[in-house]
């Protein structure tokens, strides 16, 4: 059987696979072995190739990044700090008509900068958001999606386990991949912040009544300001030493991690047992991205080598199409796969063929790394899948109901499509920064 042809029913059994509900990985490896067994007649280069992969995949100095960020995003928890960071953002923007809902998005923006994943944020503010909102009056649907928006901001704003992946993926330098991130991150909080000042004036029932608001003294004002100063001198310390070259990013990503330990040491949160969890927690996730950087890399293996890559790679040249018109293909292709899978999954299937397009079309891979991301984060909350309103369903259980969740977080699926529009046809937003580091 023609190689390419193989390729093609390997990708198609593949999100088989991951739509039945075998994980990502197992499918990865378990397609890409019986392909290359297909292809050559024999396992001993799918075995050889396998074994390649699996120790080429994750000893790069650089692979220290994901678990040393997962520790820092979960001493941020245990500390306190997406509350801190709440009271903060709520002291500025209170007094204003949905101030509640614009204090959410700046939070979570600034929470992003500590976890790095839009569904811990989207568990974590369904319990601190949501009944504040409740309490005021707000739409209950209209809260449920400011949530839900806000918390994809994990996804995009560094440190982000999705340009971790790309970055190792692509082989581009995460650092610059993390700064490159910083202000799309901020242009689509912006746009979620513009957003619901214009959907509150419209119809100003929406943000429930201004005179609910619990008023507090200039002295409680103060220290809910001061609160998350220590947090935020740490992701300046991360993210500044990456850009001005001062430290590596796995040697920010100790920074931050050391960081936070000695936040929640000083807040009196620290407690052994709990590191030891926090600890246990790191070493299953950062084995399970492991793994998946080895299914993935092997699966891309799979696939030059069977010619599928440089194949497509020369039909889409060969079509002389406008390569905007390329790219708005590519971007179709991550919003319908986020319909229906998880966005490590279409990260991990979708790069491996498109990048080779990519590069062949002269696009720079960083900015198409940002595009990536933003497109995926819109299947985190796009029916039927949307990871980030499951989770906050599990977070609120009988106090929400799916449907309410995705048509609450439509209006913020709107923004995320004019945010992305912005960035497509103004690369720069990407790329300006990393190009001054």
């Not at 042809?5 to 999100?15: D, G, R, T």
């Not at 995009?156 to 700064?179: H, R, V």
């Not at 009544?209 to 001061?226: D, F, R, T, V, Y």
């Not at 030059?304 to 018109?325: C, K």
Request: glycine share 10%; with cysteine.
């Amino acid at each position: 059987m023609d190689p390419i042809i193989i390729s093609i029913l390997a990708i198609v059994l593949l999100i088989v696979f991951i739509m039945l509900g075998v994980h990502v990985g197992t499918a990865l490896i378990v397609v890409s072995v019986t392909g290359l067994w297909l292809i050559t007649g024999g396992m001993r280069i799918p075995l050889s190739m396998l074994s390649i992969s699996a120790y080429r995949g994750i000893m790069e100095y650089i692979f220290g990044t994901a678990p040393l960020f997962i520790v820092m995003g979960l001493l941020a928890n245990v500390s306190g700090v997406s509350t801190d960071l709440y009271d903060a953002a709520n002291v500025f923007f209170k007094r204003i008509r949905g101030g509640i809902a614009v204090a959410t998005v700046a939070a979570n923006a600034i929470f992003a900068s500590i976890t790095g994943v839009s569904v811990s944020s989207a568990a974590v503010f369904s319990k601190i958001a949501i009944p504040q909102m409740r309490r005021l009056g707000y739409d209950h649907r209209f809260s449920l999606g400011t949530v839900a928006g806000s918390s994809i901001l994990g996804m995009l704003i560094p440190p982000s386990m999705l340009l971790i992946l790309y970055g190792m993926l692509t082989e581009e330098a995460i650092g610059k991949l993390f700064i490159a991130g910083i202000l799309p991150g901020i242009l689509m909080a912006a746009v979620f912040i513009g957003g619901i000042i214009i959907m509150v004036l419209l119809r100003p029932d929406l943000a429930g009544k201004m005179q609910a608001h619990k008023k507090s003294s200039h002295g409680e004002n103060i220290k809910a300001l001061m609160r998350p100063w220590p947090i935020l001198f740490i992701i300046f310390m991360v993210l500044g030493g990456i850009y001005l070259g001062f430290v590596t990013p796995t040697e920010a990503a100790a920074v931050g991690a050391g960081g936070a330990l000695l936040v929640t040491i000083f807040k009196k949160k620290f407690t052994v047992k709990g590191f030891w969890g926090i600890l246990l927690e790191t070493g299953n996730m950062g084995a399970a991205i492991g793994f998946l950087m080895i299914s993935a890399i092997f699966f891309s293996k799979m696939l030059s080598y069977s010619g599928f890559t440089a194949e497509v790679t020369q039909l889409v040249l060969s079509l002389d199409l406008p390569r905007i018109w390329v790219m708005w293909a590519f971007i179709l292709v991550f919003i319908v796969l986020g319909s229906f899978l998880d966005s490590t999954s279409i990260l991990l299937i979708a790069v491996p063929m498109l990048a080779p397009i990519v590069r062949a079309m002269d696009y720079d891979m960083i900015w198409f790394g940002i595009i990536c991301v933003v497109a995926i984060e819109m299947g985190l909350v796009t029916p039927p899948f949307g990871m980030v309103v499951f989770a906050m369903k599990a977070a609120l259980g009988e106090e929400a109901k799916i449907e309410d969740i995705f048509i609450g977080a439509f209006p913020f699926l709107l923004m995320m499509l004019v945010t992305l529009i912005i960035l497509v046809y103004f690369p720069w937003i990407s790329t300006w920064l990393p190009k001054q580091m």
